[in-house]
């Protein structure tokens, strides 16, 4: 059974930044663990539908953002560690949200919610104006 646990999340003015975590621990049925899964991050505001935010496949390679965030937030991982990491830069009123981290256990990056198999309980992140 796959676990996410979001961190990292808070209060933070305008401009300001955030890292959020996410730690990954258990395995499917099949054994597979953090290292084959792709990663994901959506966010949800409040009385908005949850909505794709950045995705990292389980090689690191080809990143993908919502345009809302590119060149202000980075997605990384660390499989040694089992933690995928948001890095968020030059925040907005706007990215106020409860941030959700989600594995994908084929390892594929994906922009659908649909196509991924664990979430965590997510973190809220608030920005002030």
């Known amino acids: 059974q796959v676990q996410l646990v979001e961190s990292g999340g808070g209060l933070v003015q305008a401009g300001g930044s955030l890292r959020l975590s996410c730690l990954a621990s258990?395995?499917?049925?099949?054994?597979?663990?953090?290292?084959?899964?792709?990663m994901g991050w959506f966010r949800q505001a409040p009385g908005k539908e949850r909505e794709f935010v950045a995705a990292i496949p389980y090689d690191g390679h080809i990143l993908l953002y919502a345009d809302s965030v590119k060149g202000r937030f980075t997605i990384s991982r660390d499989n040694g560690k089992n933690k995928v990491y948001l890095q968020m830069n030059s925040l907005k009123p706007e990215d106020t949200a409860v941030y959700y981290c989600?594995?994908?256990?084929?390892?594929?990056?994906?922009?659908?919610?649909?196509?991924?198999?664990?979430w965590g309980q997510g973190t809220q992140v608030t920005v002030s104006s």
């Open positions: 258990g395995r499917t049925a099949s054994g597979r663990t953090f290292s084959n899964y792709g």
């Open positions: 989600a594995a994908e256990i084929s390892g594929r990056a994906s922009q659908r919610n649909g196509e991924y198999d664990a």
